[in-house]
């Protein structure tokens, strides 16, 4: 069987589709075993759960949640769980699908995972909040595990809620299993340097693509969608220890634009002290969402959400260098665009991955139970980002291709050789 010819091209999604074109331009290119190629497009397992919870005013409401293991050939299943009130089987699908690649290009022993719940936790109280996520974390206790499916932190989830998912689990099961989630509080078997692991990714990426681009990054100019925690923790390490000056910032409520650059330590202060929100900081001109992605800028960071980046915005956009702290924030139609016009996109899938490393680290220190310091750690992600770098560009160069094809290329070889020498198919 050729890979054109799959059995089943009905995706849970149109997200989930646009990842699986992305791997079908690397499988055809590296002209992969079509058996291995057809087998690796699909989940392996997706546990969709309903449960109720009942809120302070006695009401029961019903929540929908999703965990999703894409592959786990090379490992336990790794990946975030998200609370978002557009989330769904796709979007999960597609993460956990991009999760399996994102471990494989950066060489951790994992296969990737995603969860999610449909919920807008800004209006829970914090009460409401807990009770959710034990009562969600009990009903995906039969595929979670620390040899199993180690979950982690994703957008609108924290170090707190991983402890209640650690607790619960460990309730259930009658002993404290701190390897079981990632993303902890340090006093807790979490790791140091898990919370700027992202953002100190996207940092070393965003610097080896300035060199790969003949650009001084303590000259550059930086644009950031998004200013949660991969983009905040992006914006202080670039402009703190890289010169780079971020000039334009946004979350949810739009965007802000300051030609001097913005002092980050300053700005973080004004989001924590205002509820969450940078709206109305001061020191900054107010512009929106889109402005912030066409700006004539060096570095273009988008670290909020999926499809960002559509092809109408990529026509003007002016950045040399795409740096994707978030997963999937640029369209099929938009890459097209911005290949053509040479911007070169470091993709999710390496970008990002300093999180997923630091949650590696992390599970490693509470398995083994002793804790390394902030220097090991930087270091140690600092080489692994930098190598991971190095051959994805050298692999883009060999097949004379873009950075995202290059990066599946690469993860793709070795998840289809972990396939090969577990013996899935006969050879
Ligand atoms: N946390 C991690 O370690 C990792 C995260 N990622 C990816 O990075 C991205 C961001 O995650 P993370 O920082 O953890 O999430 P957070 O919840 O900490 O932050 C998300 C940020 O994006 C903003 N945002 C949401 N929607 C929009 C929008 N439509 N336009 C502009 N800004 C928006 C939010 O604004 P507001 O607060 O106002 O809602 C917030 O500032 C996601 O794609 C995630 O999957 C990838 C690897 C690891
Ligand atoms: O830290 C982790 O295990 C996973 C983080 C994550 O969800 C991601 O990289 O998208």
Excluded at 175 to 189: I, R, S
Excluded at 190 to 202: F, L, Q
Aim: aromatic share 8%; with cysteine.
């Amino acid at each position: 069987m050729k890979l054109s010819e799959l059995g089943r091209l009905e995706a849970p999604g149109p997200l989930y589709k646009m990842a699986q074109h992305q791997f079908l331009k690397a499988a055809k290119l590296m002209d992969l075993d079509p058996n291995i190629g057809n087998f690796l497009l699909w989940p392996q397992r997706s546990l969709v759960v309903h449960f109720p919870v009942v809120m302070d005013d006695g009401r029961v409401e019903i929540f929908e949640g999703y965990r999703v293991q894409h592959n786990t050939a090379r490992g336990p299943a790794k990946g975030g769980i998200r609370y978002h009130p557009e989330t769904n089987l796709d979007e999960v699908s597609s993460l956990a699908f991009w999760m399996t690649w994102k471990c494989a290009v950066v060489n951790l022993p994992y296969g990737g995972g995603k969860g999610g719940v449909r919920v807008d936790p800004s209006k829970l109280s914090e009460k409401e909040l807990e009770k959710l996520s034990r009562r969600f974390f009990s009903e995906i206790q039969m595929l979670v595990g620390p040899t199993k499916d180690i979950p982690a932190p994703d957008v609108n989830t924290n170090a707190k809620i991983m402890a209640w998912y650690m607790d619960t689990y460990s309730m259930n099961s009658g002993n404290t299993t701190l390897g079981v989630v990632t993303g902890k509080p340090l006093d807790l078997g979490g790791s140091e340097g898990r919370p700027e692991a992202t953002g100190r990714g996207v940092s070393i990426t965003a610097a080896e693509a300035c060199k790969a681009k003949g650009i001084d990054i303590s000259k550059a100019t930086v644009a950031i969608q998004g200013f949660g925690n991969v983009g905040s923790f992006s914006a202080k390490i670039l402009s703190e220890e890289y010169g780079a000056k971020i000039v334009a910032v946004s979350d949810v409520s739009g965007g802000l634009y300051n030609e001097d650059g913005f002092d980050i330590n300053d700005l973080i202060r004004y989001r924590n002290e205002n509820g969450g929100v940078i709206k109305g900081y001061p020191k900054g001109k107010a512009i929106s969402n889109e402005e912030l992605l066409t700006l004539d800028v060096d570095i273009l960071v988008p670290a909020a959400l999926e499809n960002a980046i559509t092809g109408n915005i990529a026509k003007d956009v002016k950045a040399k260098i795409i740096v994707e702290g978030a997963n999937g924030p640029t369209t099929e139609e938009a890459e097209e665009i911005l290949i053509e016009k040479d911007v070169l996109i470091v993709p999710d899938i390496l970008a990002n991955a300093g999180g997923v490393t630091v949650s590696y680290f992390e599970w490693v220190q509470d398995l083994q139970s002793f804790f390394w310091d902030i220097e090991d750690i930087r270091k140690k992600l600092h080489k692994i980002m930098t190598k991971s770098f190095g051959e994805v560009y050298a692999t883009k160069q060999k097949y004379n291709t873009d950075m995202r094809t290059a990066a599946y290329i690469v993860a793709i070889g070795r998840v289809a050789e972990a396939v090969k020498k577990r013996g899935y198919f006969p050879m």
